[in-house]
């Protein structure tokens, strides 16, 4: 059994269900710059909800308010409702630091510790956590690696940096290391944009297996990427949710004349 | 607006034009093929025939340019749905540009033989009801106009109609074995017309997909027939 289905067995017994991230009137500000107004959306358990739009219309601002991140930035600010398993994340009680632990992210540039060994770098996340035995650290790393579907290429260099490895490996080695801390939300901020064609296929590949464990929420500017991968789309605009729906819908009939001028070219 | 993709959608605009002339070109040899029948010119069935290999290079060229855009430009949205309906129809105009051909040769086949009035009206009325559909179903793409594409059914039923008293008719010529092989061919060419009125319903279901992005057929064989 390889890793990825051994998570799945175990995820047969857990309530997915519950892993539902639901958006409501969400507005996110830099300072008094509104990146983000009235957003609504859900992100099902089990899919991929893809996230398409221009350059500044808020797909990244807005997976970093569903992990708790917006904030980090000074002057940033929400307002509205996030709810995750039902429970809001913005409320007073919760710690940021949990909820980035169960919704986990991965970036854009590859960005792995590159003089830490592979092994350490799947689980460098999950050291900051709490302490586990060398042992334990090993196995987890082991099965995380299995999961970015990466342990096959790296098993036999596990001590190398984690910098030597190729672009594509490196970006998997970062999404071992998300899955190491045992999120339960898998949110990517343009994961392949900047890989080589058979890398970003690759990505694409290991995204539908993740979903079956995770609920995943995929930014793209690769609007062909969305339509491979995703379940559900959501097109945005200056902030603003312009369409949301099944991706076979958004690609074949969008409702909004934006969203089809957007996908179609004939928007800029 | 911006225009991102203007040459893919140049050549949308010009794959669009060249089905809408193939639809001209099938129309006029469907129109040509009867009259060819009645008026028992070998001449004009002749013109019609070697006239379909310019529908069918225009049936290749469209064929060749379609495969390519998916190939290359990977449309969506109304764009995919118009590659699909380009894709289509141009099938179905190729088809009937060899209806046209099938009738031709039987009128080439049955000018020798005696023919029947009754019969040969009937042929003449399916005929011009079929092209009417297909100039219905080309105009109804041309214009974006559902209202159209959605009124060829019922346009397709006195086709169907005429198309299944024809075989009493032919029976009813069995006095004559000469005039009962000549009927025999026009139960051909009625069958031939049935199915330019098909592919036109055809042509308007793409239309309707095109327009609302829903597929459905308008009527299909279970459908029962209507009195």
């Given at each position: 059994m390889s890793g990825v289905e051994a998570v799945r067995q175990e995820a047969l017994t857990d309530d997915l269900g519950s892993r539902r991230i639901e958006v409501h009137d969400l507005n996110a500000w830099f300072g008094s710059l509104q990146a983000l107004g009235d957003v609504a959306v859900v992100a099902e358990p089990q899919s991929v909800t893809s996230i398409i739009g221009?350059?500044?219309?808020g797909k990244s601002t807005l997976i970093r308010c569903i992990n708790r991140m917006h904030e980090e930035v000074l002057g940033a600010r929400v307002s509205g409702k996030v709810l995750f398993d039902g429970q809001d994340i913005y409320a007073p009680d919760v710690d940021p630091v949990e909820v980035r632990r169960r919704i986990g992210m991965v970036f854009q540039r590859a960005n792995p510790f590159p003089t830490m060994s592979v092994l350490d770098n799947a689980v460098a996340g999950l050291k900051m956590v709490g302490r586990l035995s060398r042992g334990e650290l090993r196995r987890r790393s082991e099965q995380a690696l299995r999961q970015a579907g990466l342990w096959d290429e790296v098993k036999d260099r596990l001590d190398e940096p984690g910098g030597k490895l190729s672009g594509g490996q490196q970006q998997r080695l970062c999404i071992a290391r998300a899955l190491a801390v045992e999120p339960e939300v898998l949110l990517m901020d343009e994961p392949a944009s900047a890989l080589d064609p058979a890398s970003t296929l690759r990505i694409e590949e290991l995204i539908q297996d993740l979903k079956t464990q995770f609920t995943v929420v995929l930014v793209t500017h690769n609007m062909q990427q969305a339509a491979r991968v995703a379940d559900w789309t959501l097109f945005m605009l200056y902030g603003q949710v312009v369409e949301f729906g099944p991706t076979r819908k958004i690609f074949?009939?969008?409702?909004d004349k934006r969203t089809e001028d957007y996908i179609t070219g004939r928007f800029g | 607006m911006l225009e991102t993709r203007k040459r893919f959608h140049d050549e949308l605009a010009a794959l669009q034009a060249e089905v809408m002339a193939e639809g001209q070109l099938a129309e006029r040899a469907l129109g040509r093929s009867i009259e060819a029948l009645v008026r028992k010119d070998k001449d004009l069935a002749d013109r019609v025939i070697a006239e379909d290999d310019e529908v069918d290079d225009k049936y290749m060229d469209v064929e060749r340019r379609v495969i390519d855009l998916l190939a290359m430009q990977t449309p969506v949205a109304g764009d995919l749905r118009l590659v699909s309906a380009i894709m289509h129809i141009n099938m179905h105009l190729e088809r009937v540009g060899d209806m046209a051909v099938n009738i031709s040769k039987i009128a080439k086949a049955t000018r020798e033989l005696p023919t029947d009035p009754t019969v040969l009206s009937h042929v003449e009325e399916m005929a011009d009801i079929a092209r009417s559909m297909l100039l219905t179903s080309v105009d109804a793409f041309a214009r974006r106009d559902l209202e159209a594409a959605l009124a060829l059914p019922r346009m397709d039923d006195p086709i169907d109609h005429l198309n299944r008293g024809m075989y009493r008719e032919v029976v009813g010529l069995a006095r004559d074995p000469r005039l009962l092989e000549w009927g025999v061919q026009m139960n051909m060419v009625a069958r031939q017309l049935e199915r330019v009125g098909d592919n036109a319903v055809d042509i308007g279901e793409q239309v309707a997909f095109l327009l609302t992005g829903e597929f459905r057929e308008f009527t299909d064989a279970s459908h029962p027939p209507s009195p």
């Open positions: 221009p350059s500044g219309c074949t009939s969008p409702d | -």
